[in-house]
């Protein structure tokens, strides 16, 4: 028998607005009420399942991509990204794409990011006064907005990179605005009112991205070029074609969007947690500094992810019908569901203390396939998932072997920016820089002085 898991009986807009402002307490309350499987009702009143047991995870992730649209699912997006997005493409059309994003992504091309990634956060660090109290959010938005424009949009001329990033912070503030977020979720992506507030800042945006592109194409040194859009226009698909400028502004929009907020609040949420637990930070700030292996790094990482994932859900729409919860329900086709990376990842009887920040949890037992999901999984994980990795290793092992850091006040709450999850503060950290580097500041001072 087709049916839908219970829910609660709450007014769609209540429902919205709960998880908009208490995402995780309301997700919470609802798994303590009903279980592993229920059903939410807060975009555009149409049914979303929400699911946490990892056989349930399991099942979604390993299902076959003509039963499992996460395309057709996340269309709320498709305004800002546009139709030829990775994210709002399914079946073979999203096979092809993904094989052609893949490869700049993979092993050794992370290293060549790696100057650009250091050179950034040696700019941002430069900036940070003695005793300085920091959001660390908007600092990790400008330092992974500067990776973004050098290592994917491959632009280093210093007029041309402020001209963009004007453009780019004025369209990611508007996009990324609370009411921005309910206008979708209660009126729909195709609302007149919203297409027309978001042409008025993606206009701008598109002309430059458009320009940039042609720019690339007529480079006489495109095969030299290291930077991911020219690995793009130079890539090709099993037919010898290549990608579109239409793709190539869509998968551009994707890169910027899901690289630079994601990993900037993964950051500003790990130095908020880190701040918090004087331990757990002494010991990654002694490891980092004696350059030892980089398990804990990692692991910090990895726990700072578990327990703040940015993204709380991802969501698909079956095509077919499917069967969840031990066998107790089985969801028609049309059903939208969504593993709930939040929820997974707080359940005690996979991480015993759910609710503590504790890295040592990740040496004893690294992270399942189904169990660990921040950047999704299947066929549908996170294309830039080794990329934003590797750029927070680097910003955090900049940042603390150049400074310390100290709390401003006690844990900030989960607060949200537009589909992301942020500390309520911007994760106050205070910085003084440490005592090694002055006192070997001043000794180069007093050599250059001789």
Partial sequence: MLDLPPGPKQPRYAQALQWVMRPQEFAVRQRERFGDVFTLEFIDGQPLVFLSDPEDIRTVFTGAANVMHAGAANKVLAPILGARSILLLDEAEHLRQRRLLLPPFHGERML?????????????????????????????QALTLEVIMRAV???????????????????????????????????????????????????????????????????????????????????RDEDGEAMTDLELRDELMTLLLAGHETTASSLSWAFEQLTQRPQTLE??????????????????????????????IVIRLLKEPITVGQGRFRLPAGTRVAPAIMLVHLRDDI???????????????????????????????????AFALFEMRAVLRAVLTTFDIEAVGGPERIARRSLTIVPDHGGRVRVVRRAEAVVAGAADEGALAL
């Fill in 283 to 312: 010991r990654l700030t002694e490891e980092l500094r004696g350059g030892e292996d980089e398990a804990y790094v990692d692991a910090v990482i990895q726990e700072t992810m578990r327990l703040r994932p940015v993204l709380p």
């Fill in 351 to 385: 991480y015993p203390e759910p609710f503590e920040f504790r890295p040592e949890r990740f040496i004893e037992t690294p992270p399942g396939t189904y169990t660990w999901i921040p950047f999704g999984g299947g066929m549908r994980r996170c294309v830039g998932s």
């Fill in 112 to 140: 060549r990011y790696e100057a650009i990634m250091a050179e950034a956060a040696e700019r941002e660090l430069e900036t940070w006064q003695e005793g300085e109290t920091i959001a660390m959010l908007p600092r990790m």
């Fill in 153 to 235: 949009f491959g632009i280093e001329d210093g007029l041309e990179m402020e001209r963009l990033r004007v453009l780019l912070r004025t369209m990611l503030q508007a996009t990324t605005d609370m009411r921005q977020m309910a206008l979708s979720l209660i009126m729909g992506p195709e609302s007149e009112r919203l297409q027309r507030r978001l042409r008025e800042v993606l206009d701008p945006v598109d002309e430059e991205l458009y320009r940039v592109i042609a720019e690339h194409r007529g480079a006489s040194d495109l095969e030299q070029r290291e930077d991911i859009l020219s690995m793009l226009l130079l890539a």
